[in-house]
């Protein structure tokens, strides 16, 4: 009888002290993170029968496990990805915006610093002091967009070094992963609950959520985690490796994934789990080419446009006018899984800078087809190989060079590096051309009362008029009637109305008046003219002119800045929300897992009433069997 109270209370004294030592643990990893509470769980032992009596016979302990929501977990866990991917995106937006909201040493002030330099050269078009100060905002302006290219591409260097030291945080948390699944797989084979290996566990999943987003399943007690694109990363003890490489069809571009041992299976910048690295992917991937495509139009169209201006005018020594700037010229790649790499090629060329798009281009070949894909909104066109440089497509004609095979991808980027190549190609001010190249002179035995009231060049065409220099004599054979004379060639007969703009190789004269029979006008090159200013006049108006995609290269530049401006804007904002969810989601996990203190203080009172009333059953046991023994001696 004594016997079996004596084991009652030496159950109930076990049971008390694992509850106690539990909530002691709880308690002592209150500000542990990763921690999940324990409990102690009990139950009766199966008691024996005695006569047709049950009588009980104490209590064991079932097993001590943690609290723990997997439902919450994973909310926890996608939570902290998005979260983590809304901080990394807010920094880098956040940097880009930095290098554009300086208005002090913006492209926009760069640019109007130029044009100004331009308009003081209107007024005194021989002054060497202003055409130096032209060459000086020249330089200036090339070597802002120089300055931007650099900076964006120090970004796009940064991403990738971070990628990189993720991607290693990544495949070292992995092998953690792997380990802990094995130990965690040797402790409940054999019944066990190895809740701090859980734990361990759990707090490795949500830092490889940190840098990538990622899916998990759990297959005999072992967690198996994924990317989002479904490649394994952790399948029970083993793990594989993420990296990073250069993309196969397009060498300026990376990919991110898991390798096979020929090639990365790519994760989707747009659906990569989110993450360190999902942002930073994207962000190198999409958001910078995007920025720099946008600026490199700029200064592609600026500079081609300025020059054509330049080439038709005259320096200040009488000769043609060269280039001002570098022009920069169409990128393009082959992939590098191309069949025929390196045997064919493509090229490209500008035939309408004003109608350029800010994007990458990407053409596939199907047989005898190509598709050709506007990476910036995915436009797709599509033609026979045959037909592909027959007619401009965006601004630009494309031609392929040899025959291509069937799978066949090409690259072309006609703006993205623009603000890189940008450069000024003359060193001295005499040679901006400010002067226009023809004069008009009347004849000298005129008899009739004409005038000239304008000579002018027309709107400049995609190429200047091959002709445009030549001599041209007018010849009036009657008041209303007058021939044109080119090279020893004499037009046919046509009708002169006073005012009325007479049309030439590119150049408009208007002429006032009346003619006499036999009178002459004669068009000829200009020469030198110190005091012409002509040409430098049109250079000026073209900073109103609508030539970025049909808005001012102004305009086209406050685009920029204000599509930069909502990026981070919109980033900045994403990013507060995401946190307060993640915050959330943490939060109802810790109100299931987490530890409370006056939750444990009650827990500790209860079962150290329990252990002190465990020890006086153990005592009152003792008490009667020593009565029993004193009993037994004096029978």
């Known amino acids: 009888m004594s016997s ?49 009596m049950y009588l009980g016979n104490g209590v064991s302990v079932q097993d001590v496990s943690r609290v723990y929501s997997s439902f919450l977990g994973q909310q926890t866990n996608l ?62 302006m090339s070597a802002q967009f120089n300055d931007f290219a650099a900076q964006l591409n120090q970004m796009s260097t940064s991403a990738d070094q971070q990628m990189g030291q993720e991607i290693a945080t990544v495949n070292t948390t992995l092998g953690q992963i792997a380990s802990l699944n094995d130990q965690i797989a040797l402790a409940t084979a054999s019944g066990g609950s190895p809740n701090s290996l859980l734990d361990q566990r759990d707090s490795a999943i949500q830092t490889l959520n940190k840098s ?134 493509i090229s490209g060329s500008y035939s309408d800078v004003t109608q350029l798009q800010a994007s990458d281009y990407q053409l596939s070949v199907q047989g005898s087809n190509y598709t050709l894909t506007r990476l910036s909104d995915n436009t ?21 060079s040899g025959t291509p095979a069937n799978g066949d991808i090409f690259n072309i980027s006609p703006v993205r590096y623009g603000a890189q190549d940008l450069g000024v190609s003359i060193t001295q001010g005499a040679q901006i051309a400010a002067a226009s190249p023809l004069q008009a002179t009347l004849g000298a035995s005129n008899a009739g009362s004409l005038a000239v009231s304008n000579l002018a060049l027309q709107p400049l065409p995609a190429g200047l ?27 046919a007969a046509q009708t002169y109305t006073a005012g009325t703009p007479i049309n030439v190789n590119g150049w408009t004269l208007t002429l006032n008046g009346t003619p006499a029979n036999g009178d002459s006008v004669l068009v000829s090159p200009s020469g030198s003219g110190s005091g012409d200013n002509r040409n430098s006049l049109l250079m000026s108006q073209l900073q109103q002119q609508l030539l970025v995609n049909g808005a001012t290269l102004d305009n086209a530049y406050a ?77």
Do not use: C
């Open 4 to 52: 079996g109270l004596l084991s009652i209370g030496a159950s109930a004294l076990d049971a008390a002290y694992t509850a106690l030592r539990t909530t002691g643990n709880n308690i002592a990893n209150v500000n542990t993170p990763g921690y999940s509470r324990q409990l102690a769980s009990f139950t009766t032992q199966i008691e024996p029968g005695i006569g047709g």
């Open 380 to 400: 797709i066109r599509t033609g026979t190989l045959a037909s592909l440089s027959s007619a401009p497509i965006d601004g630009m004609t494309l031609t392929l």
């Open 79 to 140: 939570t902290q990805a998005i979260s983590s991917a809304a901080d990394t995106t807010a920094t880098l937006t956040g940097q880009v915006n930095s290098l554009f909201a300086n208005t002090s040493t913006s492209l926009g002030a760069a640019t109007d610093s130029f044009f100004s330099s331009i308009q003081s050269l209107n007024n005194l078009p021989g002054s060497a002091a202003n055409r130096q100060v032209v060459l000086s905002s020249a330089q200036q």
């Open 559 to 635: 685009t920029v800045v204000g599509n930069v401006g909502s990026l981070a804007a919109t980033a900045k904002t994403d990013q507060t929300s995401k946190n307060a969810i993640f915050q959330n989601a943490t939060a109802a996990e810790s109100s299931v897992s987490g530890v409370n203190l006056d939750e444990e203080a009650a827990r500790l009172m209860q079962f150290q009433q329990q252990y002190q009333a465990a020890a006086k059953m153990i005592q009152t046991a003792d008490t009667v069997f020593n009565s029993i023994l004193q009993v037994a001696g004096g029978a």
């Open 212 to 345: 990538i987003g990622v899916t998990t399943n759990t297959s005999a007690g072992a967690i198996n985690v994924y990317l989002a694109n479904g490649q394994p990363l952790v399948v029970g003890d083993k793990t594989y490796a993420l990296t990073m490489g250069a993309d196969p069809t397009n060498a300026q571009s990376i990919v991110v994934g898991t390798s096979n041992g020929t090639a990365i299976a790519a994760l989707d910048p747009n659906n990569s789990g989110g993450g360190t690295i999902g942002a930073l992917l994207q962000f190198r991937t999409q958001t910078l080419p995007s920025i720099e495509n946008q600026v490199g139009r700029l200064a592609v169209v600026m500079a081609s446009k300025i020059n054509a201006v330049q080439n038709q005018g005259r320096d200040l020594n009488g000769n043609a006018g060269a280039n001002i700037f570098t022009t920069p010229a169409i990128s393009t790649s082959s992939a590098s899984t191309n069949t025929d790499a390196g045997t064919v090629s």
């Open 465 to 491: 008029n091959a002709n445009i220099n030549s001599t041209v004599s007018i010849n009036f054979t009657s008041p209303t009637q007058y021939t044109t004379t080119t090279g020893g060639v004499t037009s």
